[in-house]
């Protein structure tokens, strides 16, 4: 255990010793319409000052891109989870990962970010760009729709006898 709250008895990381931390994993029991997992806590932090968990929303969060302890996942058994990693090659690889392990026991939804500008990566950013409780609700809602795979002829020319 790295820390507790003011009060003494809520758990603010779970440290198994090997760097595979959660952040406010507790505040996973409460959520009753989902849990979001973001890549650090200055992250989650963000969506926390959104006013988010009052809509039913947990916010957590990992201590790094591809870490993630396994024996949390009991934690997270039947919730919907949104993983939004930093919009980069590590977070997306590292949301990939987490799914992979939390597709096991709960459903999972990973949300991109929208393309920000150079040197904005995060939840943090995108939030501190002027999108608030409403757009992250959005993204969201978006995240939980269902892939569509789109098939489109071929681009190479047909010749249907018509010229020579």
């Given at each position: 255990m790295?820390?507790?709250?003011p009060?003494g008895?809520?758990?603010?990381?779970?440290?198994?010793?090997?760097?595979?931390?959660?952040?406010r994993l507790?505040?996973?029991?409460?959520?009753t319409k989902?849990v979001?997992?973001t890549?650090?806590?200055?992250d989650?932090?963000?969506?926390?000052d959104t006013g988010?968990?009052?809509d039913?929303?947990?916010?957590?969060?990992?201590?790094?891109a591809?870490?993630?302890p396994?024996?949390a996942l009991?934690v997270f058994?039947g919730k919907?989870?949104f993983?939004?990693?930093?919009?980069?090659?590590?977070?997306?690889?590292?949301?990939?990962?987490?799914?992979?392990?939390?597709?096991?026991v709960?459903?999972?939804?990973?949300?991109?970010?929208?393309e920000?500008?150079e040197?904005?990566?995060?939840?943090?950013?995108?939030?501190?760009?002027?999108?608030?409780?409403?757009?992250?609700?959005d993204?969201?809602?978006?995240?939980?729709?269902?892939?569509?795979?789109?098939?489109?002829e071929?681009?190479?020319?047909?010749?249907?006898?018509?010229?020579?």
């Amino acid at each position: 255990m790295r820390g507790k709250a003011p009060d003494g008895e809520r758990l603010l990381a779970w440290d198994r010793g090997d760097g595979a931390q959660l952040w406010r994993l507790p505040a996973v029991t409460r959520a009753t319409k989902g849990v979001i997992i973001t890549e650090g806590e200055t992250d989650a932090i963000a969506a926390l000052d959104t006013g988010i968990e009052a809509d039913g929303f947990a916010v957590v969060a990992k201590t790094g891109a591809t870490i993630f302890p396994d024996d949390a996942l009991p934690v997270f058994a039947g919730k919907v989870v949104f993983i939004i990693p930093d919009n980069d090659k590590a977070g997306r690889e590292g949301a990939t990962k987490t799914a992979e392990k939390l597709r096991e026991v709960a459903e999972v939804h990973v949300v991109a970010l929208p393309e920000m500008s150079e040197g904005k990566k995060d939840l943090r950013d995108w939030l501190g760009s002027g999108n608030g409780k409403a757009e992250l609700q959005d993204l969201l809602d978006r995240a939980r729709l269902p892939a569509v795979n789109v098939v489109t002829e071929p681009t190479q020319p047909v010749n249907y006898g018509l010229s020579k």
